[in-house]
């Protein structure tokens, strides 16, 4: 059994998220979403909407799991029995902190691998605080999130 763990925000998922999510179910028997409150990001939705948002946009969707995290990942991980962090990387400017987070995690644990995974091009230039932003003048979202996550924006940003 491969388990993975896909750590992040999540304030809100995005189909960018959800298109990572599914290329790591192609690697993976099992990953586990792990969402972490953040309070320093000062998160728009709160982690119990964040999770309840996940779990609805993932329903038809099996070997997923979304939890709570908090703490130092690869212990996290380790206490999941995962053998592998799976991080998306969109561009360029991605990719020093997760460089940096990657090396990290392995001298604080060389058991546990980072594996980096690229969206679909549509969605590279996704990011979870872009879409607030635009969602918080009134902009349109679809087909950007799952279609709660577009509901949910609405009824945040009325
Ligand atoms: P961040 O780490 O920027 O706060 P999140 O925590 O919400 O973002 O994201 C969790 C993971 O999903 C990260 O590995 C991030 O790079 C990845 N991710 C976010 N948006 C996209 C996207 N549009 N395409 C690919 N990966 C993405």
Redesign the pocket.
């Known amino acids: 059994m491969k388990r993975a763990v896909?750590?992040?925000?999540?304030?809100p998922f995005?189909n960018?998220?959800f298109?990572?999510l599914l290329r790591g179910l192609r690697i993976f028997d099992e990953v586990i979403i792990a969402v972490?409150p953040n309070p320093k990001?000062q998160p728009t939705f709160t982690i119990e909407e964040r999770i309840e948002l996940i779990r609805e946009a993932t329903k038809d969707i099996g070997n997923i799991k979304v939890e709570p995290f908090s703490g130092l990942l690869v212990e996290y991980v380790k206490s999941k029995r995962a053998s592998a962090v799976i991080?998306?990387?969109?561009a360029v400017s991605?990719f020093e902190y997760?460089f940096q987070m990657a090396l990290m995690n392995r001298s604080l644990d060389a058991e546990v691998e980072t594996v980096f995974l690229?969206?679909s091009l549509e969605?590279?230039f996704?990011?979870?605080t872009i879409i607030k932003e635009v969602a918080s003048y009134g902009g349109c979202v679809t087909g950007l999130v799952p279609e709660n996550v577009e509901r949910a924006l609405k009824a945040k940003f009325k």
């Open positions: 896909l750590p992040g925000t999540f304030d995005t960018g998220h298109d990572i972490a990001k991080r998306g990387l969109r991605d997760e690229t969206p969605y590279t996704l990011t979870a």
